[in-house]
């Protein structure tokens, strides 16, 4: 491996991609059991790496230290200069930047940290240095730990730096915000999902959030270029930054067509798939296809409820992954934990038909007119408040088609 990323689990990683766009093809990705560690470094056969949990601190003694890295007490790239290995800490650069990106400062807050690897030291190290006036770190078996967490209620700002609340586990978070009253501000360093349910509960409560794929991007220009000998330019470091950050996002997020039954969603969710050469997935098929009958007999036969049991283990399967066009049934938003799961990796788009002109036939949630008016009007205002565009669909697909392309490629 000449450039790439070390780790013990890296199905999660975004970091070949974000390199491919920064121009580096050589990257690669290494998976290394803890007892493989030692020999790897020890032979040091590569040019530049990036190191991520839990081998930041085990690396150190093989690298000789810039002064961002001894202060903070972990690596998270190594540079190889003639056989001497020059460890470097590029996450302080990565989280300050996701911070300023953000419009959070730490001046005279109170800040508590959930982790205590090596990204919880790179960001106290930050926040100290940007005037934090209290930095509490959290721990399973700390002083400060997650028994105890209540007696930091005034809390200012509020960093998860834990891998709680990653793929594949994205429903998880690492606390509950109702624990803290004056929260002005949470960063969560996991960045896939892209919005973990961690920065989404924060969103609905009004507090401004940082995700962690602005860090990782940020971070990873500035590993780019130590391994080429690039001196950073703030004006271009800015653009490179939102340009390759576009460029991921596009690469990893869903797009989740909502909308009421009969509407185009699986018809205009395929051509979409295919156009933009992303995976298909609709959710009312895999559960047809998984139980063996359609979606109305489950409905008649078992009742809605159940319907809905099956409904969002299917959407909180589906939406975990990336870069999918996902068509919904058209009471899945009815749900929270279906509106959540959604949205940690998805594009939102609502598609909008007269009810006049959807099917009624063979519904039983929806047997007549009046009855998809009742329909619409309980869950319009879900869609409207849900969706990040909408699109009036028209008799003719391709026309629904590239309306909803364009405002997808619309920022």
């Known amino acids: 491996m000449k450039y790439g990323l070390i780790g013990k689990t890296l199905a999660h990683s975004y970091s070949k991609a974000i390199h491919g766009f920064l121009g580096n ?9 803890p007892d493989a560690v030692e020999e790897f470094m020890s032979k040091a056969d590569f040019q530049g790496i990036n190191v991520t949990i839990p081998y930041k601190e085990t690396v150190m003694p ?16 190594i540079v190889n200069e003639d056989g001497k290995l020059c460890g470097y800490n590029t996450d302080y650069f990565g989280f300050s930047y996701m911070a300023k990106n953000a419009g959070i400062d730490f001046e005279g807050k109170k800040v508590l940290i959930l982790g205590s690897g090596g990204t919880s030291k790179t960001a106290a190290c930050v926040m100290r240095e940007q005037g934090a006036r209290e930095i509490v770190i959290v721990s399973r078996g700390g002083k400060d730990n997650y ?19 990653m793929f594949p586990n994205n429903r998880q978070s ?16 996991v960045y896939n999902p892209l919005r973990t349910r961690l920065v989404l509960d924060a969103r609905e409560r009004g507090i401004p959030t940082a995700n962690g794929l602005v860090m990782l991007v940020a971070q990873a220009l500035r590993a780019h270029n130590l391994f080429f000998g ?17 460029k991921t996002e596009k ?7 909502i909308g009421m039954p009969g509407c ?21 098929l895999i559960i047809e296809t998984s139980t063996g009958r359609k979606v109305p007999d489950i409905i008649r036969e078992n009742g809605e409820p159940f319907f809905r049991k099956l409904e969002s283990d299917v959407v909180s399967q589906a939406a975990a992954k990336t870069h999918q066009v996902i068509a919904t049934g058209g009471g899945s938003i009815l749900a929270k934990e279906n509106r959540d799961a959604l949205l940690q990796n998805g594009k939102i788009v609502f598609l909008e038909r007269e009810l006049e002109s959807l099917a009624t ?24 408040s849900l969706c990040h565009c909408k699109v009036k669909t028209a008799d003719n697909l391709q026309d629904t088609f590239h309306d909803t392309l364009r405002l997808l490629q619309e920022p």
């Open 264 to 284: 185009g969603k699986t018809s205009i969710g395929r051509k979409l798939a295919e156009f933009l050469e992303m995976d298909f997935v609709d959710t009312d």
């Open 25 to 33: 093809r050589e990257y690669e990705l290494m998976e290394l059991p």
């Open 361 to 384: 036939k063979g519904r039983p949630l929806s047997v007549d007119l009046p009855a998809l008016q009742a329909m619409y009007e309980r869950r319009r205002p879900i869609y409207e």
């Open 147 to 165: 028994e105890n967490i209540d007696r930091h209620a005034d809390t200012d700002v509020l960093v998860n730096t834990t891998p709680v609340g």
């Open 230 to 246: 690039v001196e950073p330019d703030d004006r271009a470091t800015d653009a490179l930054i939102a340009e390759v950050l576009s």
């Open 174 to 189: 690492p606390v509950s915000l109702d624990r803290f009253a004056n929260l002005s501000a949470v960063l969560d360093v």
């Open 251 to 257: 690469l990893f997020l869903n797009i989740v067509l």
């Open 62 to 77: 093989h690298c000789v230290l810039d002064d961002a890295a001894r202060k903070i007490g972990c690596v998270n790239t």
